[in-house]
């Protein structure tokens, strides 16, 4: 049997861990740059706010329901998830860890025994790392998906139908909540009257093959209760690896923008690395606010083919900042700039091309600043000198502290006010 | 629709009865290596085949690290408990907590350190200085116990480190 494990209110909960003071107040947390709420706590999901609704429209609504926001502490969240993840992983080999606040594990044993290890999954994570989680169970990843949505809605986070009781659950599931299947897709099964997960299943193989591809087909077996997607417990490398943010204020100088283009191009060599890629093609593209009407608009992108494939982050960086030099033009205010690397192969070793000798000391400096980044903190060792508070930095203006991570933002705790005499015996 | 009696639980209450986890294996890589074999008089060193000993703090201080967190102490109504303001405190929160044992607890939403202690059929917290007063808990209070406190890092150098 497939379970999946979902972490209720994910960042809102991790912010809670070490402020027990917010027990019962709506939390929201915001996007990079503190643009949009991006997670909400039950109590702030209670006050109705628009999904992804800028800070500044609904900030009025959150001060007068008691609400504390927070930038995304992601270093946090980070930390306290895989924390998680090493304990599912004590319950079974079979895991895949699909998001960081969500997992698949494959579990045996009767109803009952799937009963008890999923309490004991629920009570085990929130008494060690203080995240409650759901569980979800049934014969497929996408029934399990059913189900985890369901179990948010037990008073117990915890839901395995039997055998007789899914037929009723597929016809109260919308097809739009399917896993795989999403808003588009649920619109045209609508118009053709298929509206919940019991129409769609009485629908013939080739019907759906043939509108909905073979992923939907194998989507309405998984619905059927036949596994058709694996649990894939190495996820595969990525094929493309996008580097990009919205700066806070508009940027101008191109100094910032190269600025800018460093980190990002740094960063996204880091997690090329990371996955022992290289990568052919380099895409860097900046952009205008077409939000900001009165503003001249600007958008641009280029896209370079490499002889050979990088990995090295100088290299990138100098490919990148020759683009961005024909890239910027004066007198406008950007918003974005992005850096995507694509065409990804597998780091090779030796000679790669003709004319190309890789200079195998290339490989132990990236070994080393990435060890020392992941030691320290990113920023430690970097490729262009990054002035402090220069205008392309993130804003983080709500950040928690780095709990669990960072020896000078460990959490405080008081021990006793002086000489109050309180609430004593007798 | 399954409906199971086992509510959540919000950490360990009162009434709860102490619960046994088995603690997930897991290699910890990290440590102090013994430089035994660096010392070079001329002859091969007898201590060179014993390279992959290795003194690992981490393994010392902490059992079960996916449920393991460092807290700063601040405040002094434990010192007779050997717990001094600026001490870090390993927490283990997979310990069922248990009589006689430090904790940090959660009371009125603030974290706190102190001794759990069961006396006369009802549940205290004690603090390690006579200056202050014991607390009893009651049923209506708002209390959890946070985790349970396995170690103190006392400096006895003052300004030798950059934790503070």
Redesign the interface.
Known sequence: MTALVDCNSFYASCERVFRPDLKDRPVVVLSNNDGCIVAMSREAKELNLPRGAPLFKVQKLLDQAGAVVFSSNYTLYGDLSRRIMEILESFTPHLEVYSIDEAFLELRGSLEELEDQACTIRDRVFSWVGIPVSVGIGETKTLAKIASHRAKKNAGNICIPTPSQWPDILKETDVKEIWGIGRQYGQKLHSKEIHTAADLILQEDSWVKKNMTLVGLKTLWELRGKPSFTLEETPPPKQGIMSSRSFSFPVTEMEDIMEAGADYASRAAEKLRAQNSACRVIHCSVMTNPFRESDRQYARGMTEQLSFPLSYTPSIVSVVHRQLEKLYRPGFRYKKIAVFLSEIEPAREGQLDLFYKKDSRNDAVMEAVDRINNRYGRHSLHCMPLRPGSRWQMKRERLSPLYTTSWKDLPVVRCGAPLLKQRGPG | ?????????T??FLSDPP?Q?EI?E?ENTRGIPCYADLIKAGFPSPAADYREEILDFNAYLVQ????T??????????IDEG?R?GD??IVD??IPPGDGMVI?A?LY?????KKLVRKGGRL?LY?G?P??????IELEMEF?V?GVVSHVIHRFLAGRS???
């Open positions: 629709m399954n409906s199971y009696p086992k509510s959540l639980p950490a360990y619960v986890w997930p897991k079960n690290p996916a449920s967190f460092t807290v700063r102490v601040e405040g002094d109504s434990m717990i303001s870090l405190l929160r997979s940090v959660i939403g603030e974290f706190t350190v205290w603090p200085n200056a202050f007063d014991p607390v009893r959890q946070w950059a934790l503070s």
